[in-house]
Nanobody, 117 residues
Framework: QVQLVESGGGLVQAGGSLRLSCAASGRTYAVGWFRKDREFVAGISWSGGVTAYGDSVKGRFTISRDNAKNTVYLQMNNLKADDTAVYYC?????????????????WGQGTQVTVSS
């Protein structure tokens, strides 16, 4: 079993930034971030060469990974009140990522992000 632990959430004012981390206990392949009602936030392939973002966050969020550390990051800039949510990290047993939550096999417990206006 792959275990995922999210961290980096907190309270931030609108326009501010946060950096979320997803640390894995084992090797992961494609990784995605989700929030709210299974809304796709961002995804990244195993190599890190292919990424995708949900329409509501594109241009503001950046996903990256450091495979040597088995960690995926989500840099969130220009945060808005609508970004307030619990953010979940998910990993799939495939190299490429998907946008649907059903495509992922392992899930973290989530980290709370609250944006005040």
């Amino acid at each position: 079993q792959v275990q995922l632990v999210e961290s980096g959430g907190g309270l931030v004012q609108a326009g501010g930034s946060l950096r979320l981390s997803c640390a894995a206990s084992g090797r992961t392949y494609a990784v995605g971030w989700f929030r709210k009602d299974r809304e796709f936030v961002a995804g990244i392939s195993w190599s890190g060469g292919v990424t995708a973002y949900g329409d509501s966050v594109k241009g503001r969020f950046t996903i990256s990974r450091d495979n040597a550390k088995n960690t995926v990051y989500l840099q969130m800039n220009n945060l808005k009140a609508d970004d307030t949510a619990v953010y979940y990290c998910a990993a799939a047993r495939s190299v490429n990522f998907g946008r649907a939550s059903s495509a992922y096999d392992y899930w973290g417990q989530g980290t709370q992000v609250t944006v005040s206006s």
